[in-house]
């Protein structure tokens, strides 16, 4: 695990947390990334691990990961795989993207969304949406 998020209700914790952190690192060998650090509000949300984390709602994937699943399905498009492979490939990044995290997150629309979701982006029409 490299990743980490920590929150406090203050700037004092939050920068003492840090301090603990870092000296724990550093009696490891090892250290933080500069340019990966975000200090600051987090009351509209932040993009952690492929989730778009907002206080109060469900988890959601993040546009950066909307993106990635696009690119992917576009490889796959242009590389001539039909349609059920396209779904295929959907439907298991949405097994990664529910993958244990029971009711953290929305499934609002199930595969069905995110696999219209990547034909609008790849302006495919006329097709019929494999059935489960």
Known sequence: ???MVILSKTRW?????????????QSLGLG???????VGRINK?????????????????SPESLKRLVIRARRLYVHGVGINR???YV?????????G??????I????????????KQLKISGICIPQV
Do not use: C, T
Request: positive net charge; glycine residues 10%.
């Open 108 to 119: 609002k629309g199930g595969v069905k969304s995110y696999f219209v979701f990547v034909l």
């Open 1 to 3: 695990m490299d990743d």
């Open 91 to 99: 439907s298991r990044w949405s097994g990664w993207l529910w993958g």
């Open 32 to 38: 933080l990334h500069k340019q990966k650090r975000f």
């Open 45 to 61: 949300g932040f993009d952690f691990l492929g989730y778009q984390i907002q206080p109060g709602r469900k988890l959601r994937p």
């Open 101 to 106: 995290l029971d009711r953290m997150i929305s």
């Open 86 to 88: 396209l779904w295929q």
């Open 13 to 25: 914790h939050l920068r003492s947390a840090i301090r603990i952190l870092i000296k724990k690192i």
